[in-house]
C-alpha cells in the first residue's frame, strides 16, 4: 500500500474537473466508481457545492459550534491524496471504501467531507480522495501535523494486516532508512532519464522481426515463437526503467554518504553560532562541490548503463536470431517441436533446464548402447552410423551450436523415438552402401549458408545503427 498525499489546492470544482474526467478530455472512461463520506449528496457535483460552501462557512460554523472566532482563515481547503494498492492485488469496491474509511478514522480525518474517486487507468488499482480540510460542524482545520509520517504508520499496519509487507523500509527505524533523492538531486538526473528512455525507444526499433516465414503447417509454432520472444524483449526494456531508478538511487547515496562528514561538520559549527558570512561561504562551496560530484558520477554511470545494455540487446537479438534458425532447421528436419519451444519458454523464464537434459541424455544413452544402431524420422527403418553421414539428432545439435540448443535438439528427436513418432525399428538387415550424396549433409549445409547469410546482414544494419545512435 502506497499512501500518496499531494499538496493542498483551493478550488473543489477544480479537482473534480480533473478527477472526474480523463486528462485533456471531455470524457471520464477512467472513472470506475465514486462514494462520499460525510455529505448528504452521492451526486459528485452536488457534493462538490456542498463542500464549497462548508469551507466558505467555516466562521459561521464556529460561532455556531461555541468556539471562539477570529484568527486567520483557513487557506487551501482542499486535501488531495490517494491510497494505491500492488499490482498483484485485486481489491473490491467494498474493500478500497472500506480501506479509505479506516485510514481517514487513523488520521482522525473521518468527520470531514470527502469523495472518494476511483480510476481503472493504471495497471494496479488505487482510489483518490479529495478532503475538505473544513471541519463540517465546528469549521476547524484538520490535523495535518507528521502526517507522512503517520500515514507510512498506517501504510504499514494494513500490509500486516493483509500478510505480506510490500514496502520493507517502513520496517527499518527512521534513522535507518535510506532517503529519497532530494529534489534538486532527482533534477540532476530528470535530463539524464528522458536521454535514457528516448534511447530505449531507438533501441525498441530495432527489433527482430520474422521476415521470410514459411506458410505452411509450422505456422503455429512460428507464432509460439514470436510471442516469446516478443515477450523476452518487452521484459528486457521494462527492466530498464528500475535499472535506472536503481543508479540513480546508487549515486546519490554514494555522494551524499561521502559529504556527510564535511555537512555535519558545517552543522555544528552553525549550532556554535560561527560567523554568518564564513557558514554561508561555506555552505555555497558544499553545494557547488557536491552537485559537481553528483553530475560526474552521475555521466559516467549513465555512460555505462546505456554501453551495457546496448550490449546485452545485441546479444538477445543475435540470441533470438540463432534459436529461429534452430526452429527453422528442426522443421525442415521433420521434427515435432512442442519441446523445443517448451524450453525456450523455460529458458526465458530463468529456469533451470540442466537437471532435465542430463537426465533425459542418460536415458537416450543407455536406450543408443542396447540398440546399437540409429533410427530416424526419415527413412521409417534402422540406418547404420558411417562415415559421413549424420543422424536426425545431429543435426539438430549442429544447427543450434552456440546456443546449447544441440543437447535440446537430440533429446527431441530421442524423444520422437521413445513416444512413437517414428516406426519401430525392424530386424537388423544389411544395408546397401550409400552410392549417393548424403540428403542430411545438404539439409546442413542449407541451413549453415542461410545462418552466415544473416548475420551478416545483420551486422550489417547493426552497424548502420549503431552509427545513427552515436550521431555519426
Request: charged share 35%.
Amino acid at each position: 500500500m502506497i499512501v500518496k498525499i499531494m499538496s493542498r489546492g483551493s478550488s473543489f470544482k477544480g479537482l473534480s474537473a480533473y478527477l472526474m474526467h480523463d486528462p485533456q478530455a471531455e470524457s471520464d472512461e477512467r472513472v470506475a466508481w465514486t462514494h462520499t463520506f460525510n455529505l448528504a449528496h452521492d451526486h459528485v457535483p452536488s457534493a462538490v457545492d456542498e463542500m464549497l460552501w462548508t469551507a466558505r462557512d467555516a466562521e459561521l460554523l464556529k460561532q455556531e459550534a461555541g468556539i471562539r472566532a477570529g484568527g486567520r482563515a483557513t487557506e487551501n481547503t482542499v486535501k488531495h491524496l490517494s491510497l494505491n494498492w500492488a499490482p498483484d492485488e485485486n481489491p473490491s469496491r467494498e474493500h478500497m471504501i472500506e480501506t479509505a474509511d479506516e485510514f481517514l478514522r487513523h488520521m482522525k480525518w473521518d468527520e470531514h467531507q470527502a469523495v472518494l474517486i476511483a480510476h481503472e487507468d493504471k495497471a494496479y488499482a488505487h482510489v483518490h480522495v479529495m478532503l475538505n480540510t473544513v471541519h463540517p460542524e465546528t469549521g476547524l482545520k484538520l490535523d495535518d501535523a507528521f502526517e507522512q509520517r503517520r500515514a507510512q504508520a498506517w501504510a504499514l499496519g494494513y500490509e500486516r494486516e493483509q500478510g505480506r509487507i510490500y514496502c520493507e523500509q517502513r520496517l527499518l527505524n527512521p534513522a535507518e532508512r535510506e532517503d529519497s533523492p532530494t529534489r534538486p538531486a532527482w533534477m540532476a538526473f530528470k535530463e539524464k532519464e528522458n536521454e535514457f528512455e528516448r534511447d530505449e525507444k531507438i533501441l525498441h526499433a530495432q527489433e527482430a522481426i520474422l521476415l521470410d516465414e514459411p506458410q505452411n503447417s509450422k505456422d503455429a509454432e512460428w507464432k509460439i515463437l514470436k510471442q516469446l520472444q516478443r515477450e523476452q524483449r518487452e521484459a528486457f526494456f521494462a527492466d530498464g526503467k528500475s535499472e535506472f531508478s536503481d543508479l540513480r538511487r546508487a549515486i546519490y547515496s554514494e555522494v551524499r554518504e561521502e559529504f556527510r562528514d564535511r555537512w555535519a561538520e558545517f552543522y555544528a559549527a552553525e549550532r556554535e553560532g560561527g560567523d554568518a558570512t564564513a557558514l554561508a561561504t561555506l555552505k555555497a562551496e558544499l553545494i557547488a562541490e557536491q552537485k559537481t560530484v553528483l553530475e560526474t558520477r552521475r555521466d559516467e554511470a549513465c555512460a555505462e548503463l546505456r554501453e551495457t545494455r546496448n550490449g546485452v540487446y545485441r546479444e538477445l537479438l543475435d540470441d533470438q536470431r540463432e534459436i529461429r534458425l534452430a526452429l527453422r532447421g528442426r522443421q525442415e528436419a521433420g521434427f515435432d517441436n512442442a519441446l523445443f519451444l517448451q524450453q525456450v519458454e523455460d529458458r526465458n523464464a530463468g529456469k533451470d533446464v540442466t537437471r532435465d537434459f542430463a537426465d533425459a541424455a542418460n536415458v537416450a544413452t543407455a536406450r543408443q548402447n542396447e540398440e546399437q544402431d540409429v533410427t530416424t524420422a526419415f527413412t521409417g527403418g534402422p540406418r547404420r552410423q558411417s562415415a559421413g553421414m549424420k543422424s536426425g539428432a545431429d543435426i539438430g545439435g549442429g544447427i543450434a551450436t552456440g546456443l546449447g540448443f544441440g543437447l535440446l535438439g537430440f533429446l527431441d528427436s530421442i524423444g520422437d523415438a521413445f513416444t512413437g513418432s517414428t516406426p519401430a525399428p525392424q530386424p537388423r538387415q544389411r544395408e546397401p552402401e550409400p552410392s549417393g550424396p548424403d540428403p542430411f549433409e545438404a539439409v546442413i549445409d542449407e541451413a549453415r549458408n542461410r545462418e552466415q547469410r544473416e548475420r551478416d546482414d545483420a551486422d550489417a544494419e547493426w552497424r548502420k545503427r549503431q552509427g545513427y545512435l552515436s550521431g555519426e
